[in-house]
């Protein structure tokens, strides 16, 4: 396993539409984490999945936004009618709750959003 | 709300001598604090951490040191090398690890 991986790693859109990602993470990781990150600004935490129950979600996370972990493996994000505004990196990343890693988070290289 | 603040957006400093990057935070409830380094086109990786039951925490060139009375971190680099130039991001965590807060981040650039 080399890593969380995130699929695609650029994608432009028209504002509008419709715009998916995925995340796989490190493979025995229980917990995965979506963050935003705009210019000049650390990653903003969207929302967690602890196998595939979803946790948490900040109240960044429009109705717009949807996230999901059906089998408790990989995860999507999606947004609808993508807005200027949504335009940002996204980060995917992983975690295992046991062990002395539990605190550490491991990023994906991100899948960066431009809405024309 | 910005619970975790990194007040110097760069720093320069030359090859061979100490970078200190620093970090405040306001929330109390923060018990765990993370350093990541990020590269352009990678994702954050971690470099270092320290739990609030510590008040340093070295890791070869790296030592983080924690005050939890001034809620300041701090990011200690000797010898800094032109490979750590990079960002370098401060976060902040509560035990149940749910929602780390990160800085907005410190561009070092180390100079040969």
């Known amino acids: 396993d080399t890593g969380v991986s995130q699929d695609p790693r650029h994608k432009i859109t028209k504002r509008g539409q419709n715009v998916t990602f995925r995340c796989d993470p490190i493979s025995e990781h229980n917990r995965l984490y979506w963050y935003r990150q705009t210019l000049g600004q650390g990653p903003e935490f969207l929302t967690y999945f602890q196998n595939e129950a979803q946790l948490e979600k900040s109240r960044l996370l429009s109705d717009r936004f949807s996230a999901e972990r059906p089998k408790g493996s990989f995860s999507t994000l999606e947004i609808q009618r993508t807005e200027q505004g949504d335009s940002a990196m996204y980060l995917c990343?992983?975690?295992?709750?046991?062990?002395?890693?539990?605190?550490?988070?491991?990023f994906g290289p991100g899948t960066r959003l431009t809405v024309l | 709300d910005q619970q975790v603040k990194q007040n110097s957006p760069s720093l320069s400093v030359q090859e061979g001598r100490i970078s200190i990057l620093n970090c405040d935070y306001t929330?109390?409830?923060?018990?765990?604090f993370l350093w990541y380094k990020k590269y352009p086109a990678e994702g954050p990786t971690f470099l270092i951490s320290i739990s609030s039951i510590k008040d340093k925490n070295e890791d070869g060139r790296f030592t983080v040191f924690l005050n939890k009375s001034a809620k300041h971190l701090s990011l200690h680099i000797v010898p800094s090398q032109p490979g750590d130039s990079a960002v370098y991001f401060c976060a902040a965590s509560r035990d149940n690890n749910n929602d780390m807060r990160f800085g907005a981040g410190t561009r070092l650039t180390v100079k040969p």
């Open positions: 929330n109390s409830m923060f018990d765990y």
């Open positions: 990343a992983s975690s295992s709750l046991a062990g002395p890693l539990y605190h550490e988070q491991f």
